[in-house]
């Protein structure tokens, strides 16, 4: 079974600052890894994802993230935080097991991302 | 892109009433879709597995017969809360995937708020 960690249920900084969320990943296979985003009360958007192929992914609004297999880790990083930015992430992990498995995802329990003037 | 709606958005019932969301791929087909909940600042929880024409595939301690879901066809399901009680007041969200896209990448709806007076 595949599970996922993510360091810091809260993470706080300025504006035009450096964003890191953390996220490691336990799976006996190889992984698929995404990151989410949750804005209040509605359901989650997509910022990238991770399947096969280049390391480093790019996302929207400005995420992007690297899949490092020797560290387990996917973390999610924006070189300048925006207001807009506030929300929580979620990371996800998914392996594929054969039949309705596909597409099942496993998710870490959340960083809430505050962004100060 | 692939858009996955729920509707109702947020429902209030009285306890020991069953209510119906549902969960619709706008512009594509889905065999399959995965209902999940969401208890308040917590991660998503895999509820069950929705197949189309077929039983759902319910995770461990979800109970299938209060937690009802229908796959009648390639672009609705349902999740009925039957016998709601206040512990079932939660945030439930449901995802699909988009099977001609050929990438493992769920969409999610927007989520809907159920609270059981």
């Known amino acids: 079974a595949q599970s996922v960690t993510q360091l810091g249920s809260h993470v706080s900084v300025s504006e035009g600052a450096l964003v890191l969320l953390r996220c490691n990943y336990s799976?006996?296979?190889?992984?698929?890894l995404f990151w989410y985003v949750q804005y209040p009360n509605q359901g989650l958007q997509l910022l990238l994802k991770?399947?096969?192929?280049?390391?480093l992914v790019k996302g929207i609004n400005g995420f992007e993230a690297e899949f490092k297999k020797s560290e387990t880790s996917f973390h999610l990083t924006k070189p300048s935080a925006h207001m807009s930015d506030a929300a929580e992430y979620f990371c996800?992990?998914?392996?594929?097991?054969?039949?309705?498995?596909?597409?099942?995802?496993?998710f870490g329990q959340g960083t809430i991302l505050t962004v100060h003037p | 892109g692939a858009v996955v709606s729920q509707h109702p958005s947020r429902v209030i019932c009285k306890s020991g009433t069953s209510v119906k969301i549902e969960c619709r791929s706008l512009d594509f087909q889905a065999t399959t879709m995965f209902w999940y909940r969401q208890f308040p600042k917590q991660s998503l929880m895999l509820m069950a597995t929705s197949n189309e024409g077929s039983k759902a595939t319910y995770e461990q301690g979800v109970e299938k017969d209060k937690f009802l879901i229908n796959h009648a066809s390639l672009t609705l399901s349902t999740l009925t809360v039957t016998s709601a009680h206040p512990e079932d007041s939660s945030f439930y969200i449901c995802s699909a995937r988009d099977l001609a896209s050929g990438a493992n990448v769920l969409t999610f709806g927007a989520g809907s708020r159920l609270t059981v007076l």
């Open positions: 799976s006996s296979v190889p992984p698929y």
């Open positions: 996800a992990v998914s392996v594929y097991a054969g039949g309705t498995s596909y597409g099942k995802l496993t």
């Open positions: 991770y399947t096969t192929g280049a390391t």
